[in-house]
T-cell receptor
Framework: KAGVTQTPRYLIKTRGQQVTLSCSPI?????VSWYQQTPGQGLQFLFE???????NKGNFPGRFSGRQFSNSRSEMNVSTLELGDSALYLC??????????????FGPGTRLTVT | AQKVTQAQTEISVVEKEDVTLDCVYE???????LFWYKQPPSGELVFLIR??????QNEISGRYSWNFQKSTSSFNFTITASQVVDSAVYFC???????????FGTGTRLQVFP
């Protein structure tokens, strides 16, 4: 079974630009979550999607947005990039559904550098 | 509020030594889930274990074992006979009922020297 895939793996952008990151979950998984990892703040939760609905949102500014498609693939968008947005963005998928918290399997991440 | 504390920032051991990584959590929920993940230098987080709050039974998987104690709000991870391949950053995480949102600790960097 293929794992979680994320594209692109590396990205260099300039301040003020916007970026879209993509995540394809494990086949059969309906929940996708996004995390930001930086040396200073560690791993922080961004969003959680299940069946195209945002189920949870972390404490990030409105410049960070996401969505999930009917095939469970997900994208996240960051507009008006700032230097502090430089980070490793990790996507995770799980079976999702309700009534539990499932183990999440992570992708390799997208390394975003903002200059 | 929920919180996970991994007080050990970095641990260095020599191969074949046993090592325990500490994890202390805070939550007011009665139903919650605890996880351990491994992050090798490649960067990808690797799932190790998930435990729900009603299951305090210790678990062993090969050289790995986990000790869950609700009385002390701890979920510690022990590697027996450590190997160089165990070198990585290990994260403990907590989630609430009915969500996949993970609250991570700051991680413990384990270095195993030959």
């Amino acid at each position: 079974k293929a794992g979680v895939t994320q594209t692109p793996r590396y990205l260099i952008k300039t301040r003020g630009q916007q970026v879209t990151l993509s995540c394809s979950p494990i086949s059969g998984h309906r929940s996708v979550s996004w995390y930001q990892q930086t040396p200073g703040q560690g791993l922080q939760f961004l969003f959680e999607y299940f069946s195209e609905t945002q189920r949870n949102k972390g404490n990030f500014p409105g410049r960070f947005s996401g969505r999930q498609f009917s095939n469970s693939r997900s994208e996240m968008n960051v507009s008006t990039l700032e230097l502090g947005d430089s980070a490793l963005y990790l996507c995770a998928s799980s079976l999702g559904s309700s009534g539990s918290s499932y183990e999440q399997y992570f992708g390799p991440g997208t390394r975003l550098t903002v200059t | 509020a929920q919180k996970v504390t991994q007080a050990q920032t970095e641990i260095s051991v020599v191969e074949k030594e046993d090592v325990t990584l500490d994890c202390v959590y805070e939550t007011r929920d009665t139903t919650y889930y605890l996880f351990w993940y491994k992050q090798p230098p490649s960067g990808e987080l690797v799932f190790l274990i998930r435990r729900n709050s009603f299951d305090e039974q210790n678990e062993i998987s090969g050289r790995y074992s986990w000790n869950f104690q609700k009385s002390t709000s701890s979920f510690n991870f022990t590697i027996t006979a450590s190997q160089v391949v165990d070198s990585a950053v290990y994260f403990c995480a907590l989630s609430r009922y009915n969500t996949d949102k993970l609250i991570f600790g700051t991680g413990t960097r384990l270095q195993v020297f030959p």
